[in-house]
């Protein structure tokens, strides 16, 4: 069974442009999570959904950050526009029942550099 | 919202040594706590974890130890072994039931 999908593995874009993560979670999940991980901050939540809902966005940094869940097996966190100190790696997670302590599924995140 | 405090952020061992990594959080409505492990290049992934109704949890090599009186958990490895190379990190939900992390330990294990 496939595990939650994340792309492009790497970006490398200039100051300005536009950045989209993608995420694809497990079959099944009703929950799903975005991480950024820096050396400074460790892992963040940025923004978490719940049967395709946002739930709580509290966590992303300003209004440069969006992120959507059009459906249950995709979801996308964009970036307009970019800056270099959003230089990190972006994970998206998955779960069912976290609510009462399940495991959160990581993909093996996206490694964005913005020069 | 729950703090979540991990140490050390570094932990050098030699191959069979044990490890421990120490926890505490701060919200005492959190009773799930989980430890997930990252290795280089890959997402977190959950190794163990405990509920606030047990004081202590084993797995093979792997045990994790909860004191709710005094809000901290830590995680002990036995028999290190070079493949136990990784970053480990603590995390706890609080009230929200979502997880918070603590900031993370790299464990070196010299063969």
């Known amino acids: 069974d496939a595990g939650v999908i994340q792309s492009p593995r790497h970006e490398v874009t200039e100051m300005g442009q536009e950045v989209t993560l993608r995420c694809k979670p497990i079959s099944g999940h009703n929950s799903l999570f975005w991480y950024r991980q820096t050396m400074m901050r460790g892992l963040e939540l940025l923004i978490y959904?719940?049967?395709?809902?946002?739930?709580?966005d509290s966590g992303m940094p300003e209004d440069r950050f969006s992120a959507k869940m059009p459906n249950a097996s995709f979801s996308t966190l964009k970036i307009q526009p970019s800056e270099p100190r959003d230089s990190a790696v972006y994970f998206c997670a998955s779960s069912f029942g976290f609510e009462s302590g399940g495991e959160l599924f990581f993909g093996e995140g996206s490694r964005l550099t913005v020069l | 919202g729950e703090n979540v405090e991990q140490h050390p952020s570094t932990l050098s061992v030699q191959e069979g040594d044990s490890a421990v990594i120490k926890c505490t959080y701060s919200d005492s409505a959190s009773n799930y706590f989980p430890w997930y492990k990252q290795e280089l290049g890959k997402g977190p992934q959950l190794i163990i974890d405990i509920r606030s109704n047990v004081g202590e949890k084993k797995d093979q090599r792997i045990a994790v130890t909860l004191n709710k009186t005094a809000k901290h958990f830590s995680l002990h490895i036995t028999e290190t072994q070079p493949e136990d190379s990784a970053v480990y990190f603590c995390a706890a939900p609080g009230g929200s039931y979502i997880p918070t992390f603590g900031r993370g330990t790299s464990l070196i294990v010299h063969p």
């Open positions: 959904f719940n049967n395709n809902v946002p739930i709580d």
